[in-house]
């Protein structure tokens, strides 16, 4: 059996352009609205526009979110996902989606550990996988 899994953790934060995430620099992603062009993230991640895109091969070290606003800094610990995927719809797409306030694009953040774009487990059978998230509050 072949699967791919995300864990699609939404993050409140204060506002998008107050926010960054740490931790992904140097690793390349898969960007979603650029064709599936691959680029390598440098410096921290910024909210500016729409985000959609999948960090391959992302350390299991510690993601932060920052939030310059409240002063608030999470640590997203994953193991045994590959891959880290970052969403913002920003304004078009939240409003085309039914189950999505028009603003709720600036307050929220999505960072979801992933088996994605590394492409899929592959478990034999009488196999076992898991896989973990881990949330810290570090601030």
């Given at each position: 059996?072949?699967?791919?899994?995300?864990?699609?953790?939404?993050?409140k934060?204060?506002s998008?352009?107050?926010?960054i995430?740490?931790?992904?620099?140097?690793?390349?992603y898969?960007?979603s609205?650029?064709?599936?062009?691959q680029?390598?993230?440098q410096?921290?991640?910024?909210?500016?526009?729409?985000?959609?895109?999948?960090?391959?091969?992302?350390?299991?070290?510690?993601i932060?979110?920052?939030?310059?606003?409240?002063?608030?800094?999470?640590?997203?610990?994953?193991?045994?996902?590959?891959?880290?995927?970052?969403?913002n719809?920003w304004?078009?797409?939240a409003?085309?989606?039914?189950?999505?306030?028009?603003?709720?694009y600036?307050?929220?953040?999505?960072?979801e550990p992933a088996?994605a774009?590394?492409?899929?487990?592959?478990?034999?059978?009488?196999?076992?996988?898991?896989?973990?998230?881990?949330?810290?509050?570090?601030?």
């Amino acid at each position: 059996m072949a699967f791919t899994a995300a864990l699609h953790t939404y993050y409140k934060i204060s506002s998008t352009n107050q926010v960054i995430v740490e931790g992904l620099e140097g690793v390349t992603y898969t960007d979603s609205l650029a064709g599936g062009q691959q680029v390598k993230q440098q410096g921290p991640v910024l909210f500016d526009r729409e985000v959609d895109r999948i960090y391959l091969q992302a350390p299991d070290a510690a993601i932060k979110i920052v939030d310059k606003v409240t002063g608030a800094i999470v640590e997203v610990h994953k193991s045994n996902f590959p891959d880290v995927v970052v969403w913002n719809p920003w304004v078009e797409k939240a409003k085309s989606m039914t189950d999505f306030g028009n603003e709720e694009y600036k307050e929220m953040l999505c960072i979801e550990p992933a088996v994605a774009g590394s492409g899929p487990v592959k478990l034999p059978p009488g196999g076992q996988w898991s896989g973990t998230q881990t949330l810290v509050s570090a601030s």
